[in-house]
C-alpha cells in the first residue's frame, strides 16, 4: 500500500481511508474490510450488502458499526441496486436512505452516485470490483463508483465525469480521484473461448498484454489500470489521482472477493460523503 492511504483500525474494524481526500477536509471517505462485523460463514464479518444471502438483521448491524466508527448516521445511507451497467444517478436530499435497510428500495439498476449535497453518505458494495471516489473541491461535488469489467467497457468511469461537467459544471482539471483495492491483474484471468475480443480489451494501456485471438490462452486484465486511463481521459492530472493497488483476491484476511470465493461471499463498502 502507498503512502496516500492508511488502514485505520478501531478496535475489531479495519478500514482503508484515502490521506489526500482527507486532507481537503471537504469529505469522509472509507472502504471497508472484512473485520469486526456480525455475520457468520461465508459472510463472516462486516458483510455489508443485503443481496448476497446474509441476514438483513447482521448487515443492518454491520452498516451501524462501520458508520457509527465514521460519525454517520446508518440510517441516512443511500445505495444502488448495482447490476454493471453505466447508468448514473444523481442523489437528492429527498433520496436520503434509499436502500438503507433494503436492497429493493436501492436506487435501481445503477452503478454510479454523484450529488453535492453535504451529510448524504453515499455507499456501494464491492467484491473484486474497482471502487472509484472522485472529489470536486470547487464544486464540492463528489462521485461515487462501482466498475467491474462490464463498468469498464462501458466507460462507465469516464461518463461519469461527463455528467458531473454538465450537472456541476465540474472542471476534471480540479478534480481529486481515488482507487481503492480491487482484483489486480495478478488473479483476473480471462481465457479466450469466452470470446473476449471486445475492442477496449485490445487496448495495450487497458491490459498486461492485449487480448487477441490470434494467442490463444489465458489474458490478465488490469481494471485498475483502465479506470486510471478513463480519469486521465476525461482531464483529471495524473498527479491527483491515487491508486491502491493491494489485490482483493489476494488477501482473504481482509477482504471478500466474488473470483476466489466463486461468488459465495459477502461484500466490502465504499462510503463517501460530503461534509
Not at 66 to 84: G, M, N
Request: with cysteine; aromatic share 8%.
Amino acid at each position: 500500500m502507498n503512502q496516500d492511504f492508511e488502514l485505520k483500525e478501531l478496535g475489531q474494524i479495519k478500514y482503508f481511508n484515502c490521506r489526500e481526500l482527507d486532507n481537503t477536509n471537504l469529505v469522509v471517505n472509507a472502504f471497508t474490510t472484512r473485520t469486526g462485523g456480525v455475520s457468520g460463514t461465508p459472510f463472516n464479518n462486516l458483510n455489508l450488502a443485503y443481496n448476497v444471502g446474509d441476514k438483513e438483521s447482521h448487515v443492518a448491524k454491520n452498516r451501524k458499526i462501520i458508520l457509527d466508527a465514521l460519525s454517520i448516521d446508518y440510517r441516512t445511507a443511500v445505495t444502488a441496486q448495482q447490476v454493471h451497467k453505466d447508468k448514473i444517478a444523481l442523489v437528492r436530499k429527498e433520496d436520503k436512505d434509499k436502500g438503507a435497510f433494503k436492497y429493493s428500495k436501492g436506487i435501481g439498476q445503477t452503478d454510479a452516485l454523484i450529488t453535492d449535497i453535504p451529510g448524504i453518505p453515499l455507499l456501494m458494495c464491492y467484491a473484486d470490483c474497482v471502487p472509484i471516489f472522485i472529489l470536486d473541491p470547487i464544486k464540492k461535488a463528489i462521485a461515487l463508483i462501482h466498475s467491474g469489467r462490464k463498468g469498464t467497457e462501458l466507460e462507465l468511469t469516464l461518463k461519469t465525469l461527463f455528467k458531473m461537467k454538465k450537472i456541476f459544471e465540474t472542471n476534471p482539471c480540479s478534480c481529486l480521484a481515488a482507487i481503492f483495492p480491487s482484483i489486480g491483474p495478478c488473479c483476473y484471468s480471462i481465457k479466450e473461448e469466452n470470446k473476449i475480443d471486445d475492442y477496449w480489451l485490445n487496448q495495450v494501456e487497458y491490459n498486461i498484454e492485449p487480448i487477441s485471438l490470434k494467442n490463444k490462452g489465458v489474458r490478465r486484465l488490469d481494471l485498475r489500470k483502465a479506470n486510471n486511463v478513463q480519469l486521465i481521459k476525461a482531464g483529471l492530472l495524473k498527479k491527483n489521482i491515487f491508486v491502491n493497488e493491494i489485490c482483493t483476491a489476494d488477501h482473504p484476511e481482509l477482504f471478500f472477493s466474488y473470483r476466489r470465493d466463486k461468488g459465495n461471499t459477502g461484500r466490502m463498502a465504499a462510503i463517501f460523503m460530503l461534509k
